[in-house]
Each structure stands twice: as C-alpha cells, then as structure tokens.
C-alpha cells in the first residue's frame, strides 16, 4: 500500500511541474481522481483522443498518455 501511494505521488508531482508521463498502473488513476488533479490526457488506439481539461494547477506540458498496451508477441 505504501508503494502505491509513493509511485502515485512521485507521478502526479511529475505531471503537475509539467512533465509529461505515460500511466503505467492503476494506482495513478485513483490518485488523479482522489486528488482532484486533471491533466490533459492522451488516449493512444483505433481512434486516438486528446483530451484537454486545463486544470490550472497543471503546468503546461504534464500531459499523461493513458491505455498502453503490451504488444502480443505470440501472434
């Protein structure tokens, strides 16, 4: 528990000096909502999405790129 809460403070003090980063666990997600924090995010896929929120406590350029996905090397 206490790993995740340092993984997601140390991500979102990164996000919030603008920084940008790519959510790698869900403990991340929670924190951004728990914490009331917006930044504008980036959905990779079929259809990208770009999705900006212009939280004034983000500083410009903490963009988090969100649904990464490990590639099937079987295929």
């Known amino acids: 528990m206490v790993e995740a809460w340092k993984v997601a403070l140390q991500f ?3 996000v919030v000096a603008g920084q940008p980063m790519a959510v790698r666990s ?22 990208p999405t770009s999705i900006r ?7 410009p350029g903490g963009i ?6 490990t590639p099937n090397l079987e295929d």
């Open 26 to 47: 869900g403990e991340v997600l929670l924190a951004m909502s728990s914490w009331h924090l917006y930044p504008d995010l980036e959905v990779p896929g079929n259809k």
């Open 12 to 14: 979102m003090e990164s």
């Open 64 to 69: 988090v790129t969100i649904g990464l996905e």
């Open 53 to 59: 929120q212009k939280d004034p406590l983000i500083t």
